[in-house]
């Protein structure tokens, strides 16, 4: 039985979601407690995608196979009681065979959330502490730029090779905290994303509001091509996939 689920977590304490060899993932944790409910048979699961190091979760989803039939509810309860508590699973349903967590997204949205203000320690791990002003109006304007379909080869990991660079970034929003207005969050909706490209995107952002670039350079970087163009990388403490879309 196909089971899909919809999870969220703390990426700080974890190598990233992809398991790996002696290292602390997410996939692996999760894989770990599945085993032990299915009569220590070995359960692949099949993310939406994967995050790196340091990145966190509100909406992960998720597919596996189960040989057991076991109600949602049961497995919910016995899934949360065994994972460690820098993961939860929100819920759990069946779904056909047919159905593929990866290959049938057809939109995710991420958020990435940058402090302007005085340093928080604890805040560190879950939003980017910049600690300086930023030129929040031209950012709006490069983030513009941004959005359509695009070659993104400038904002992926440099020795990333791929048959397709394309990316559709359908809407971008930058919004303030209007409780705190040194803090501002901002989404990225698109068909997909290639790796380190929101924490790219990011990055050049962050120079368009140092005013090292001008916003209307943006068209320049995507036509590039070239990574060395795009800036600096943000780092993973500020990123989150907020939701996954079928």
Known sequence: ????????YDG????GY????KKRTIQGEIEKALKSI???KSVDIHASGRTDAGVHAYNQKAHFDLDKDISCEKLL???NGLIPDDIFIKNISVVSDEFHCRYDVTAKEYVYE???????????N?????????DVAEMERALKYLEGEHNFKSFTKANDITADYTRRIIQ???TRDTKNLNHITISFLGTGFLRYMVRNMVGLLIEVGEGKIKSEEVIDILKAQDRKKAGICAPACGLYLKDVFY
């Open 1 to 8: 039985m196909r089971y899909f689920m919809t999870f969220s």
């Open 12 to 15: 700080t304490n974890f190598s």
């Open 18 to 21: 992809q398991k790996q060899p």
């Open 38 to 40: 299915n009569s220590d």
């Open 77 to 79: 309860r016995s899934l």
């Open 114 to 124: 940058i402090n302007m203000g005085e340093y928080n320690p604890i805040r560190k």
């Open 126 to 134: 879950y939003e980017y502490q910049y600690n300086k002003r930023l």
């Open 172 to 174: 971008t929003v930058l």
